[in-house]
């Protein structure tokens, strides 16, 4: 079975200073990794993904993300912070096991950036 | 493109009453899927279609009915609603499947079960 773990419901911090968003992640095979950003009263939008290859990645509005397999990890950076990316941020994981090709959400991190 | 469209945006029910969410898409995408986002629990998928003719059940599938006669379209219905369907519900699509390519999520219904 696949699973994701966000363990901060809320992340504060101020503007032009780095952020990170912590995801953990359990599945049988190989982890497929996706980052989404939700902005209010909007649907989800993709900002970066791990399949393969370079351990760090590389997405949308300068984010990126480092995948850690010892730790089971997939974290969220930002080296400086924006007011505007304050969002809700959601981690995804899909097992290569899974033939299912169903993704399995963490409950969401509330990213707070304060001027 | 209009990308993912979603009606309506709002939506009360009352409990027994039955409804389809409408959901479109223009991309030409293979794959459609329907979630429910609730506080704290993040996304949980409901139903799902590969393709025109082809449906399966997410997590949570009960009291929910899909069908997928075209491309564009995935509908989801809502049988008899209960409080418990009171939720945010998103519909996403993407190229044949969610491994190597990303999902594009519409702007969500926001439905209410009193």
């Known amino acids: 079975a696949q699973s994701v773990a966000q363990p901060e419901d809320q992340v504060n911090v101020a503007e032009g200073n780095p952020l990170t968003v912590k995801c953990t992640y359990s599945?049988?095979?190989?982890?497929?990794l996706f980052w989404y950003v939700q902005y209010p009263n909007r649907g989800l939008q993709f900002l970066l993904k791990?399949?393969?290859?370079?351990?760090l990645v590389k997405g949308s509005y300068g984010f990126e993300a480092e995948f850690n397999k010892s730790q089971t990890s997939f974290h969220l950076k930002k080296p400086s912070a924006l007011v505007s990316d304050s969002a809700l941020y959601f981690c995804?994981?899909?097992?290569?096991?899974?033939?299912?090709?169903?993704?399995?959400f963490g409950g969401g991190t509330r990213l707070m950036v304060k001027p | 493109n209009a990308g993912v469209t979603q009606t309506p945006k709002f939506q009360v029910l009352k409990t027994g009453q039955s409804m389809t969410l409408q959901c479109a898409q223009d991309?030409?995408?293979?794959?459609m899927s329907w979630y429910r986002q609730d506080p704290g629990m993040g996304l949980r998928l409901i139903h799902y279609?590969?393709?025109?003719?082809?449906?399966d059940q997410g997590e949570v599938p009960n009291g929910y009915n899909v069908s997928r006669s075209t491309t564009e379209d995935f509908p989801l219905r809502l049988l008899s609603a209960a409080p418990s369907q009171t939720s945010v519900y998103f519909c996403?699509?993407?190229?044949?499947?969610?491994?190597?390519?990303?999902?594009?999520f519409g702007p969500g219904t926001r439905l209410t079960v009193l």
């Open positions: 996403a699509s993407s190229y044949r499947s969610t491994t190597y390519n990303e999902q594009f």
């Open positions: 599945v049988s095979g190989n982890p497929y």
């Open positions: 791990y399949i393969t290859g370079d351990n």
């Open positions: 995804a994981v899909r097992d290569s096991d899974n033939a299912g090709n169903m993704l399995t």
């Open positions: 991309m030409n995408h293979e794959y």
């Open positions: 279609s590969v393709g025109a003719g082809i449906t």
